[in-house]
T-cell receptor
Framework: KAGVTQTPRYLIKTRGQQVTLSCSPI?????VSWYQQTPGQGLQFLFE???????NKGNFPGRFSGRQFSNSRSEMNVSTLELGDSALYLC???????????FGSGTRLTVV | LAKTTQPISMDSYEGQEVNITCSHN???????ITWYQQFPSQGPRFIIQ???TKVTNEVASLFIPADRKSSTLSLPRVSLSDTAVYYC?????????????FGSGTQLTVLP
């Protein structure tokens, strides 16, 4: 059974650009959530999608957005990148009522 | 104020039992408390999940008191390969909004 797949694994962008990250959940999982991990702030919740609808949202500016498709795959977009957006972005999927979230290996974003 | 508190670090010797506590006031009444393990350059990996009292699986136990203001992850007979960062994940709710909140993480170092 394939795990959660995130692409790309690594990304370097310039300040002011935008970026789109992709997440393919485990087959059958309809919930997808996104997290930002930095050394200073730890793991912070960005948003959660279920059946193509954003169900919950963390405390991030509007530059951070996401969406979920009918096949449960999800994308996260960050516009007008700032140096402080450099982080590991993690995606996790969950089968409602199941045990916890399964995480992907993340996308390491570096903004220069 | 939604806040979780974990010890920053802990040291242990191989074969010992390790207990890591996460304090979390006012978490959502209907959500699970979940613990994750993370190695460098990897996404968090699910360890155990519980709602109240005690839960045990093949790798850990989780103790949750009746007031659910804390939870304790217990790792029996740790080995060198258990050296990792351990996170609790809880849910704070405000109205219909749910905030999935990770603790700051506990770096466990297992010594020979």
């Amino acid at each position: 059974k394939a795990g959660v797949t995130q692409t790309p694994r690594y990304l370097i962008k310039t300040r002011g650009q935008q970026v789109t990250l992709s997440c393919s959940p485990i087959s059958g999982h309809r919930s997808v959530s996104w997290y930002q991990q930095t050394p200073g702030q730890g793991l912070q919740f960005l948003f959660e999608y279920f059946s193509e609808t954003q169900r919950n949202k963390g405390n991030f500016p509007g530059r951070f957005s996401g969406r979920q498709f009918s096949n449960s795959r999800s994308e996260m977009n960050v516009s007008t990148l700032e140096l402080g957006d450099s982080a590991l972005y993690l995606c996790a999927s969950n089968f409602e009522g199941g045990n916890g979230y399964t995480f992907g290996s993340g996308t390491r974003l570096t903004v220069v | 104020l939604a806040k979780t508190t974990q010890p920053i670090s802990m040291d242990s010797y191989e074969g010992q039992e390790v207990n890591i506590t996460c304090s979390h006031n006012n978490i959502a009444t209907n959500d699970y408390i979940t613990w994750y393990q993370q190695f460098p350059s990897q996404g968090p990996r699910f360890i155990i999940q519980g709602y109240k009292t005690k839960v045990t699986n093949e790798v850990a136990s989780l103790f949750i008191p009746a007031d659910r203001k804390s939870s304790t992850l217990s790792l029996p007979r740790v080995s060198l390969s258990d050296t990792a960062v351990y996170y609790c994940l809880v849910v704070f709710s405000s109205g219909s909004a749910r905030q999935l909140t990770f603790g700051s993480g506990t770096q466990l170092t297992v010594l020979p």
